[in-house]
């Protein structure tokens, strides 16, 4: 039998992590014990009492059933309030909140829900890579902006204003940006609502990182008459420890989160009941539990600098966010030389930053997923390399 994949596949490559984790297991399998400097997925459990409502929920015989598309109102209440509390933004959670499986899903609901064949949604250049796949995927043309380290990481408007716009009908933004780190200014988040407002284009926040090693977290939603244009995703993967669990959620005008439960409801169903209770109870926890993680994120930072100084890169202390981002130096012809040979002389795992745009390409990126024992032992075998 010929098979033949779809034609919206082509050009849609293996997820790079996928492919390198194969390797890593590979080298694993011959002794290597490689130390993973790449993923973002936070190796500390959440709170307590979050695993304890998911189960005592799950022991409950009647928490089992399909739910409801729109996610528990008790969820979407907790998001609200978390909303409200800590971003100063109100939504009404009966019609402007949708609980997803994870924001990631949720990249390619509103491209699935807004983009045509021909219609063209503007990403950023380097960037989380789902950005242009799910363009891709839902049939639209990505067309990179490039963010560049002498402009603080923003979209260079003045740019942008000069090209066509006209079959721009999505711009994806996405601050604390990743994979640099740069975190938002009011200034910018003005310049991107009246860029959306003036061209009509809908403009898509992913915001997973508000909380990480920032000192205050910022939603592009609090702007005044945001909810014109902006739809905002937003996660517990790394804010609440919780990657593996899937809950993110998609915060919108009315009318956007109608639209996009179009697609949403045809894709999959409610999220499992304990999921979304436990999942409330981690959105109401207090300050203290943002000290516990950062005050941990912070110390493997500095150790984090330490092995990016051994490597002779450069990077800027300010940046915020679940990751290191740093220029390598110029005996290297890129990230990915720098990866391969520390992969290879001293069996630790650093992500090129070219894999998220060629504007990342003389860059390299550190995840903070790790103890400091991890990168204690990293540094170790880098010097004696
Ligand atoms: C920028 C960005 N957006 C979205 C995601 C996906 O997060 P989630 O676990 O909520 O799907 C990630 C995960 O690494 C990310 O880095």
Known sequence: MKVTTSKRLDGIGEYYFSQKLREIDELNKQGKNIINLGIGSPDLPPHPDVVKVLAEEAAKPNTHAYQNYKGSPVLRKAIAGWYEKWYEVSLDPDTEIL???????????????????????????????????????????????????????????DALEKTDLSKVKLLWVNYPHMPT????????????????????????????????????????????????????????????????????????????????????????????????????????????????????????????????????????????????????????????????????????FITPGGIFGSAGDQYIRVSLCGSVERFEEAKTRIISN
């Open 181 to 348: 780190g740069q975190a938002p200014t009011k200034a910018l988040f003005e310049k991107i609502i009246a860029f959306g407002k003036k061209h009509n284009i809908l403009v898509c926040h992913d915001n997973p990182y508000s909380f990480i090693l920032n000192k205050k977290p910022e939603s592009l939603l609090c702007m005044d008459g945001a909810k014109d244009i902006v739809i905002e995703l937003n996660s517990l993967s790394k804010s609440q420890n919780m990657a593996g669990w899937r809950v993110g959620m998609l915060c919108a005008a009315k009318e956007r989160i109608d639209e996009i439960i179009r697609f949403k409801s045809n894709m999959d169903s409610g999220m499992f009941l304990p999921v979304q209770l436990a999942a409330a109870t981690a959105l109401s926890l207090g300050q203290e539990w943002y000290d516990h993680i950062n005050s941990i994120y912070a110390e493997r930072r500095e150790k984090v600098f330490e092995l990016l100084s051994l490597l002779k890169c450069g990077f800027s202390k300010t940046q915020v966010g679940m990751f290191v981002w740093a220029k390598i130096p110029s005996t290297y012809k890129d990230g990915y030389a720098l990866s391969d040979e520390v992969l290879y002389n001293s069996n630790v």
């Open 99 to 157: 609980p997803l499986i994870g924001s990631k899903e949720g990249i390619m609901h509103i491209c699935m829900t807004y983009l045509d064949e021909g219609d063209q949604a503007l990403i950023p250049n380097p960037g989380y890579p789902t950005y242009s796949s799910a363009v891709k995927l839902a049939g639209g043309t990505a067309v990179p902006y490039e963010l560049k380290e002498e402009n603080g990481w923003a979209p260079d408007f």
